[in-house]
């Protein structure tokens, strides 16, 4: 499978997040983001192992009990079940993985 970038689907997600939409397997799935500033995804879970990218930008990022600022270049893993959350500083994008593929990736799957 070829992900080319004039083809994949992209879709606001909350106001200040677009999502990309990269592609699933059977044991993974992933998803391209885009935030504006200050733009937060409140603390949250799912069973999936997730581990992202930061492309460009920066987050404020709390993973269960740890703290960091997490800038261009860096990445984070996330066991499953934990709770973590995001906030953007300036534009950032970011690219995450989850395996075993969620069935709510992407996230307007649920509209079907």
Known sequence: ????????ESRPIVEGLVGTYLGSGEAMNAMHWVFKD????P??????VQFGYIV????????GDEKARLKAGDAYYIP?????????????EAIDVFS?????????SREV
């Open 1 to 8: 499978m070829f992900c080319q970038r004039e083809t994949l």
């Open 38 to 41: 200050k733009t937060a995804l």
């Open 43 to 48: 603390a949250h879970s799912h069973p999936a």
């Open 56 to 63: 460009r930008g920066a987050f404020d990022t709390v993973i």
């Open 80 to 92: 499953p079940n934990v709770e973590h959350a995001f906030e953007a500083v300036g534009e950032t």
């Open 100 to 108: 075993p593929a969620r069935a709510d990736i992407p996230p307007w």
